[in-house]
């Protein structure tokens, strides 16, 4: 499998565990499906994901906002093949 750095993680939203992702993407549509993303290595399926000017992404073993805060900065990437493009564009 091949990954793309498609974003990274801005900060913590809400007490939830939720994160603030700041994408390298074109945009929330190329994402919007994806249902499993990478953090350090490490597999994180995603539980929901939201556009609100910004993307915002619940992520399963992040439960607070305390562990949210621990992936401050740190690059996400998803499976190359699950992320949408447009016809005539490349990565």
Same mark, same amino acid.
């Given at each position: 499998?091949?990954? +793309? +750095?498609?974003?990274?993680? =801005? ?6 565990? !939720?994160?603030? =992702?700041? *994408?390298?993407? %074109?945009?929330? !549509?190329? =994402?919007?499906? +994806?249902? !499993?993303?990478?953090? %350090?290595? =490490?597999?994180?399926?995603? *539980? ?9 992404? *619940? *992520? ?9 805060? +621990? ?7 998803? %499976? ?12």
């Amino acid at each position: 499998m091949d990954k +793309l +750095l498609i974003g990274i993680i =801005v900060k913590p939203q809400g007490i939830k565990g !939720e994160v603030k =992702v700041k *994408l390298f993407t %074109d945009g929330f !549509e190329s =994402v919007s499906g +994806l249902k !499993e993303i990478f953090i %350090d290595d =490490v597999a994180y399926p995603v *539980l929901k994901m939201r556009c609100d000017k910004d993307v915002f992404m *619940l *992520l399963r073993g992040i439960a607070d906002r305390n562990a949210a805060e +621990l992936l401050r900065q740190k690059q996400v990437y998803a %499976d190359k093949d699950a992320v949408k493009r447009p016809k005539g564009r490349y990565f």
